[in-house]
């Protein structure tokens, strides 16, 4: 029997941030996969539906780890960053900064560097954000706005990477660079879960390839 949670220790809400585009090629990947290595597996000859098989089941976890598996987390207290085949949990008082170049990165004190996978930086709608900002500023005769896209300023028009970035500046400011009370402490975890299948089927398809 589990005791239950002390009334005076705190909870926090998690944000969470994915690419949609990412989720949405990813289910129709898989769709296609499965459809083309099911008809394999169901109308194939001899040795073909165990290709078949063998390729689903490294193609499905990888195409899952790129895809579906990104995501970021963060309260106030941590941010988890669940990468294809890493899970990275850091305090905020770990976290130096969280930058969007031409990927979306965090980086810690001590100089290591994590990519956030789940938030894609597309420069397309970079050039568009700063496009409709200098469109605003022209508009504007006292200067009000900047023709600068500026990750900081959430205010202001910007690319769904820099806003999710400028949301997680926020965060981190906000707690500080003291540990919140019940925070986790900074651990990796590998993602056996999706490299082992895909390490099996890989093993799989060149055993049958070797042996035809």
Not at 68 to 84: E, K, Q, T
Not at 106 to 114: A, M, P, R, V
Request: charged share 20%; net charge positive.
């Amino acid at each position: 029997m589990t005791s239950p949670t002390p009334a005076d220790e705190p909870t926090y809400a998690d944000r969470t941030f994915r690419s949609p585009a990412g989720l949405a090629g990813g289910v129709l990947l898989l769709v296609l996969v499965c459809g083309i290595g099911g008809d394999a597996v169901l109308r194939g000859d001899g040795r073909v539906p165990w290709m078949a098989l063998a390729g689903m089941l490294t193609a499905v976890p990888v195409i899952v780890a790129f895809t579906l598996r990104p995501l970021v987390a963060a309260n106030d207290a941590r941010i988890r960053i669940r990468n294809p085949f890493r899970t990275i949990t850091l305090p905020w008082s770990d976290v130096a900064d969280v930058r969007a170049g031409y990927s979306s990165e965090l980086f810690t004190h001590d100089g290591t560097k994590f990519q956030l996978w789940a938030v894609p930086v597309s420069l397309r709608q970079r050039k568009k954000a700063a496009r409709q900002q200098s469109r605003q500023a022209l508009d504007d005769p006292y200067r009000r706005t900047s023709t600068i896209a500026d990750v900081r300023n959430t205010k202001a028009r910007t690319a769904a990477a820099d806003q999710t970035v400028a949301d997680l500046r926020e965060l981190s400011e906000r707690a500080g660079d003291k540990p919140a009370p019940g925070a986790p402490t900074a651990s990796v975890r590998w993602a056996y879960e999706v490299i082992a299948p895909a390490v099996v089927g890989a093993v799989l398809l060149v055993v049958l390839g070797a042996t035809a």
